[in-house]
């Protein structure tokens, strides 16, 4: 069977006041006009992941402007081992809650066991030719669906981090700051190889692949941690060079105001594998199909590590590809054995799915099944 969602709930999410939607296994076509609720529908399936979900927006602004009941977002997913209730929403601290099955989750990380997620989305346009932050957040997203912990570590990190500058600043006590500089290298290695690791295998999927894909092929790398820095080969080798160069870069980093190097300063390098030209010279739609060829590539991956396909989020991106690359888009999408949610203005961009996709239409913050 193919694991699917057959009905989402959402309350007091963003213009949704109140909605359901019972579904197939089919694909999702969500069409409707500007601002009728088809992102934030995307959206409200993506915090089903770890992270803070498509839009990276802290969890207060999921909440629906005038409503007093808190946000939540419910899913049933159905798996080979039969259906599995998941939810999410607001607690009064800002964050927010998992519960599996009725009961609380031991961790946000637990939804993982049943569905992962991935979504490309208009805002990631520019991403090769945008800022680093942007491309290393990518990749971490890429990493968080294969290593679902990834989330929660780069969090631990950056946390340890503000701790680090904050005691610099205030010319705190070296042993405090030994002892976070420590918690940094150990969280900071724990980034790097998941981060390698990952990239390590898809670009072995990636070439495998070459010859079956109408997208082309990104050849990926990570640039360095340090300058001048020769990569140690093991976890605990790594972890001992963080905390040596944190060390030393201490006036530095004071003068500074910040860390200045480490995993959170790394930028993803991605070249176009059959022009051998940096992703960012490329066209709007060469970068588009760069992407897209990206994203289907690892959805493979994570199926063939985790026997987890994930859903796919695919927001506007029918609208910018022509036909041919649409059709291709279509048969990758049924290649890959999983619910796919494709949004759009248009109907008209969806013909080509005909009776492989289930149509609804969006207005206002309520979904109808269409036709
Ligand atoms: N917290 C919130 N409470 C209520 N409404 C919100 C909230 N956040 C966003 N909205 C509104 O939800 C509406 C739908 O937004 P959404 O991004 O889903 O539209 P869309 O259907 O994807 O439109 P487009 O075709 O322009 O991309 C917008 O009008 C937006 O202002
Ligand atoms: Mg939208």
């Known amino acids: ?63 629906a402007q005038g409503s ?19 939810g999410t929403g607001a607690l009064p601290d800002g964050g927010r809650r998992v519960r599996i099955n009725g009961a609380n989750a031991r961790s946000i990380e637990a939804m993982s066991d049943y569905l992962r997620v991935l979504w490309l989305t208009p805002a990631m346009d520019g991403l090769f030719s945008g800022p680093a932050g942007d491309r290393r957040r990518f990749l971490d997203r890429l990493v968080t669906t294969l290593i679902p912990g990834h989330s929660a570590t780069v969090s631990d990190f950056e946390k340890a981090m503000r701790q680090r500058n904050k005691l610099l600043e205030e010319d705190g006590d070296p042993r405090w700051l030994a002892a976070i500089e420590a918690q940094m290298a150990e969280l900071g290695a724990s980034i790097h190889l998941n981060r ?60 500074a105001g910040r860390t200045t190097s480490g995993p959170h300063r790394v930028d993803l390098d991605v070249i176009h594998a059959q022009k051998s030209m940096p992703a960012a010279l490329g066209s709007t739609g060469e970068q588009k199909a760069l992407l897209i060829g990206l994203i289907l590539a690892h959805a493979r991956l994570v199926r063939l590590r985790t026997g987890i396909v994930p859903f ?60």
């Open 68 to 86: 007093d009941l808190p946000w939540a977002v419910a899913a049933t997913i159905e798996t080979d081992d039969g259906p599995a209730d998941i």
């Open 196 to 255: 390698t690791d990952s990239l390590t295998h898809l670009q072995a999927l990636i070439a495998q692949s070459l010859d079956d894909t109408s997208f082309p092929a990104a050849r990926l790398s990570l640039t360095p941690l340090f300058e001048d820095l020769v990569e140690p080969a093991t976890s605990a080798e790594l972890e001992a060079v963080l905390a040596q160069r944190w060390h030393g870069l201490r006036p530095l980093d004071r003068a």
């Open 312 to 371: 796919l989020l695919l927001d506007e991106i029918a609208a910018h590809l022509d036909p041919d690359r649409r059709r291709a888009l279509f048969a990758a999408l049924d290649g890959l054995e999983t619910q796919c949610f494709l949004t759009g203005t248009d109907p008209v961009l969806f013909e080509a799915l005909e009776g492989r996709a289930q149509q609804i239409g969006v207005r206002e913050g309520r979904l109808a099944h269409r036709g």
């Open 1 to 63: 069977m193919i694991r699917h969602i057959s009905r989402l709930r959402l309350t007091a999410f963003r213009n949704y006041a109140s909605a359901a939607l019972d579904l197939d296994a089919r694909h999702v076509v969500l069409t409707g006009p500007n601002g009728s609720g088809k992102t934030n529908l995307l959206e409200a399936i993506s915090v089903l992941s770890p992270g803070r979900g498509l839009r990276g927006a802290s969890f207060d602004t999921l909440q």
